[in-house]
T-cell receptor
């Protein structure tokens, strides 16, 4: 595909259930980020990976959040035991290897609602 | 840690007029990058404009320009000749200038409404 694609676009989950959100990044992109976007609070990085290494942003939410990268251009964000506070838009972004001019490309996000 | 603050949750502008969106940030670094992203209802973040901190000249992209005041740590976005399609959420973002990938720190966003 030409851009970053996320699925599903909308997800409703019952509190306590696990969810998995998918991101298909742009072919050739090495670095992949997951952001959580909440109204009025902007977006915060949950986790990111460069190539095959997975780096968690320190201090961010807890072990309930993890990301897997089964293929270089695919990432799955997993949220265990969802809480109502997890309701947000989850954005995926990918980029080429870092240079000063590298740009991050975003997907359309998955809106998660925990009920 | 860097922080980005957008003090205007909502702004409104008449079509064809000019509007300025405010952004301030806090950092101890001297080299970094600043961005403005537009997020329409489709939710896909679109890069509007970027500014390298080491450049004194303000960036310009067609109707979009910035007022970068490094000492004041201010980075405002000016939209000239506003169009209905400019209506969206606008996010100011900061990125460090080192080999830490493309991790962005975002502000809380400003919702821009354009009145016909």
């Amino acid at each position: 595909g030409a851009g970053v694609s996320q699925s599903p676009r909308y997800k409703v989950a019952k509190r306590g259930r696990d969810v998995a959100l998918r991101c298909d990044s742009i072919s050739g992109h090495v670095t992949l980020y997951w952001y959580r976007q909440t109204l009025g609070q902007g977006s915060e990085v949950l986790t990111y990976s460069q190539s095959d290494a997975q780096r968690d942003k320190s201090g961010r939410p807890s072990g309930r959040f993890s990301a897997e990268r089964p293929e270089r251009s695919v990432s799955t964000l997993k949220i265990q035991r969802t809480e109502q506070g997890d309701s947000a838009v989850y954005l995926c972004a990918s980029s080429l290897p870092w240079t000063p001019n590298t740009e991050a490309f975003f997907g359309q996000g998955t809106r998660l609602t925990v009920v | 840690a860097q922080t980005v603050t957008q003090s205007q949750p909502e702004m409104s502008v008449q079509e064809a007029e000019t509007v300025t969106l405010s952004c301030t940030y806090d950092t101890s670094e001297s080299d970094y990058y600043l961005f403005w992203y537009k997020q329409p209802p489709s939710r896909q973040m679109i890069l509007v404009i970027r500014q390298e901190a080491y450049k004194q000249q303000n960036a310009t992209e067609n109707r979009f320009s910035v007022n970068f005041q490094k000492a004041a740590k201010s980075f405002s976005l000016k939209i000239s000749d506003s169009q209905l399609g400019d209506a969206a959420m606008y996010f100011c973002a900061y990125r460090t200038d080192n080999n830490a990938g493309n991790m962005l720190t975002f502000g809380g966003g400003t919702r821009l409404m354009v009145k016909p």
